[in-house]
């Protein structure tokens, strides 16, 4: 008798959820990135900076979800290439990912921000590795696999439920939806006020 596609579903969403758990569970080679980011985030806005956001692919993507959360939370924030972007510099801060270490374009970005005077957090899974920590204020490890360490024995053979950088794309929305509601607390804001400044052009 053939499953029931719920039953197969449900045992998906598991064994993903398990994935991303395990990865808050796992130890870091920093402080943990919720505390990294409330803290860099809380103290920009409160030194009246503003907060951009850059990354590749779906790492891109969830920065891309974080920047309209802080958006709602009232922050002045923005996505780099955006037409609206505005230029950086000394009270702002930039959060760039590079989960397998490094990127040319999140080296390039990131090397703009510092000369402008800005403060950055990168997010990677690989803190020791490739070229983009160079260019950072504070590391934020999230120690999930990406695309540097998805085939670690070379053989590349099965199918994994979560292939290449998953796990860490996946681990970056979850760990972003507790920063927004960190920050929510931090900053003493109410759903009803977070709720008002969602757009009404739909």
Do not use: W
């Not at 009232?74 to 000394?90: E, K, R």
């Amino acid at each position: 008798m053939e499953e029931p596609k719920t039953s197969t579903s449900a045992a998906f969403a598991a064994q993903i959820c398990n994935h991303l758990t395990a990865v808050f569970a796992a130890p870091t080679t920093t402080p943990p990135p919720l505390t990294i980011l409330v803290e860099e985030i809380s103290a920009a806005a409160s030194r009246g900076g503003k907060i951009f956001v850059y990354g590749v692919g779906r790492e891109g993507l969830m920065l891309k979800a974080l920047c309209m959360r802080l958006f709602h939370l009232g922050l002045s924030a923005h996505c780099v290439f955006d037409m609206t972007t505005p230029p950086i510099t000394s009270p702002d801060l930039l959060i760039a990912s590079a989960g397998p270490g490094g990127f040319s374009t999140v080296d390039a970005i990131c090397g703009v921000a510092r000369d402008g005077g800005a403060r950055v957090v990168v997010l990677t899974g690989q803190p020791e590795l490739g070229s983009s920590v160079k260019y950072a204020s504070v590391v934020a490890h999230i120690p999930a696999q990406t695309m540097a360490d998805d085939r670690v024995d070379g053989s590349g053979s099965g199918r994994a439920l979560l292939p290449m950088g998953s796990v860490y794309e996946g681990a970056m929305f979850v760990l972003f939806e507790m920063v927004v509601y960190e920050l929510g607390e931090v900053m003493g804001r109410s759903p009803e006020e977070i709720r008002s400044r969602h757009t009404n052009l739909e």
